[in-house]
């Protein structure tokens, strides 16, 4: 089954610091679809950056990057230059035939902290 | 644009009541979906729908029933409202283009309380 798993409940950045946050995959497809999501404690979902398993170059987006390593099946995210408005829970997910469909699944979030 | 709506932002239920959760996007995307998100945990799809008429089971369907007689509207029904379905439930959309690269954009989310 096709699985996404984020191992950081939780983490710190110092302000103006960068950052990793981890993601990895489990699918036995070759082709499939990574995003990250970005969640505030007001509650919406924001969409961050988007891979695509046949792209070459790691995607980016302004501050975060995608760092993608599909031979270790991890896609972690990388957000540049921290600021206190990052402080966030942050979510990966992956899209890919499931069940006789296109489906996005998620995984747990990681919820980071930046301080001043 | 507004985007994908959600409403009520927020609602208490009692045990056995039934209620119908709101969506609409403004987008014109093909693709709407719902999904639930529980206390320190992921989303988890519930139902989608490709088009007018054309809805089908995620992972957790049980409890729940859509329907979608146009583009804009998705509408989420909770039937006999049960302490396991206390969630923040999140609407979303898609163009449907591309398989992998169709990102879905998310409405603000109701957060539903059952007691």
């Known amino acids: 089954a096709q699985k996404i798993t984020q191992t950081q409940p939780g983490m710190f950045v110092q302000e103006k610091e960068a950052v990793t946050l981890d993601c990895t995959y489990d699918t036995s497809d070759q082709s499939y679809g990574l995003f990250w999501y970005k969640q505030p404690s007001s509650g919406e979902m924001i969409f961050l950056i988007y891979q695509g398993s046949y792209d070459e170059q790691n995607a980016t987006e302004g501050r975060y990057s995608l760092n993608f390593q599909k031979a270790r099946k991890s896609a972690n995210l990388v957000i540049s230059a921290s600021q206190l408005g990052d402080s966030a829970m942050y979510f990966c997910a992956m899209r890919g035939w499931m069940d006789s469909s296109y489906k996005l699944i998620f995984g747990s979030g990681t919820r980071l902290l930046v301080r001043p | 644009n507004a985007g994908v709506t959600q409403t009520p932002k927020f609602r208490i239920l009692k045990i056995g009541q039934s209620m119908t959760l709101q969506c609409a996007q403004d987008m014109n995307h093909n693709y709407m979906y719902w999904y639930r998100q529980d206390p320190g945990m992921g989303l988890k799809l519930i139902y989608y729908?490709?088009?007018?008429?054309?809805?089908d089971k995620g992972e957790v369907p049980n409890g729940y029933n859509v329907s979608r007689s146009t583009t804009e509207d998705f509408p989420l029904r909770l039937e006999l409202a049960a302490p396991s379905q206390t969630s923040v439930y999140f609407c979303a959309s898609s163009s449907g283009q591309g398989p992998f690269s169709d990102t879905q954009y998310f409405g603000p989310g109701t957060r539903l309380t059952v007691l």
């Open positions: 729908s490709v088009g007018a008429g054309i809805t």
